[in-house]
């Protein structure tokens, strides 16, 4: 029966590392399993939830924009370079809006119900704005003054109602739009704390197996040296 004193130097020799990468590969694949998790993790909250953040927040401003290009219909008069171009630039914050609530939509799964709602309150706001616009390019506008007729002040007097209807709709809007930015930022540095005390650990574990698989050779070495 073969003992280990009859095995040859060069084998003895190789057993230390042999124990050594084995030990240290039990450990540490545990821990890169983990760092890789992790790694996919913050891929996730960079690529998806952030993006989606960054897409609600275009969403307000284009809200706010077709908000305003709809007021200018009413107080500034035909010519006006503010008004200039308003319809074009109101369908282009429409569309840009749409654009952004599909992407965040398309993020932020786990907010997919809440957001199909706002994108219904995005629509209601759309046609009141649409509809703001179009009675004030049918007359002149606030900023003449006394030349206003008595028609001109009931046309922008209903313009006015459209846009009272849309002020508030998006003001609404975009306070819950704030709230759900601010939470979902909540949560990610919620899980980014998460994930670096995970990392602290999967770090923690790969220096522990080093260090464990170097003790292990050693210690293997001293017993086979002193035999």
């Known amino acids: 029966m073969l003992k280990f004193d009859d095995l040859r130097i060069r084998t003895k020799a190789l057993m230390p590392i042999a124990v050594a990468v084995a030990g240290l590969l039990a450990l540490a694949i545990p821990g890169g399993l983990q760092l890789a998790e992790i790694a996919s993790e913050t891929a996730h909250i960079i690529e998806e939830r952030d993006r989606g953040l960054i897409d609600l927040l275009n969403v307000s401003r284009y809200v706010n924009r077709a908000t305003m290009i709809s007021f200018r219909s009413v107080l500034y008069e035909a010519g006006n370079s503010l008004k200039a171009n308003g319809e074009a630039k109101l369908s282009d914050s429409f569309q840009a809006a749409g654009v952004h609530f599909g992407e965040a939509a398309g993020l932020l799964h786990e907010y997919s119900d809440d957001l199909d709602g706002y994108i219904g309150r995005f629509e209601g706001i759309r046609d009141d704005l649409k509809k703001a616009f179009d009675i004030g390019r049918a007359a002149p506008g606030v900023s003449v003054g006394r030349a206003l007729t008595p028609r001109d002040l009931d046309t922008l007097a209903e313009a006015a109602r459209a846009m009272q209807s849309a002020d508030l709709k998006a003001g609404s809007l975009n306070d819950d739009l704030s709230l759900m930015v601010n939470m979902i930022s909540a949560e ?40």
């Open 188 to 227: 990610n540095l919620k899980l980014a704390a998460e994930l670096r005390a995970r990392a602290a650990t999967a770090f923690t574990l790969l220096a522990g197996a080093g260090a464990f698989a170097t003790a292990l050779a050693l210690g293997l070495s001293l017993w086979i040296v002193s035999r």
